[in-house]
């Protein structure tokens, strides 16, 4: 993926009179690409990857307690154990610094 620097530097040299081949050539990336970013508004966002966690089945119920209650993470870590959750308090201790 080009970032913000490349896009503009595309949208400059085609400005300058530069054809998409020339550009390809000075910026080392395909016509197809050169092509691409040249038919778009702004440069694309990079967007990272939404990641599963062990906790997301049991999200919902850690919000709705600690909204209820001043819980440590000792504490909620047994009652989602008691709803079947399968970690281990190592990995859960991170939910402090949330």
């Known amino acids: 993926m080009l970032g913000m620097e490349d896009w503009k530097m595309i949208k400059e040299l ?3 009179g530069l054809n998409i ?3 390809s050539k ?3 990336v395909d016509r197809k690409t050169v092509r691409s970013q040249l038919d778009k508004n702004k440069p ?5 990857k939404k990641s599963k966690s062990i906790l997301d089945e049991h999200s919902k119920y850690i919000d709705q307690r600690l909204e209820l209650y001043n819980l440590t993470s000792q504490k909620i870590f ?3 154990t008691e709803h079947g959750f399968k970690g281990v308090l190592d990995n859960f201790a991170k939910i402090d610094k949330v």
């Open 21 to 23: 081949t020339e550009i």
């Open 44 to 48: 694309a966002r990079y967007e990272r």
């Open 78 to 80: 047994e009652e989602i």
């Open 26 to 28: 000075r910026l080392g």
């Open 14 to 16: 085609k400005k300058s």
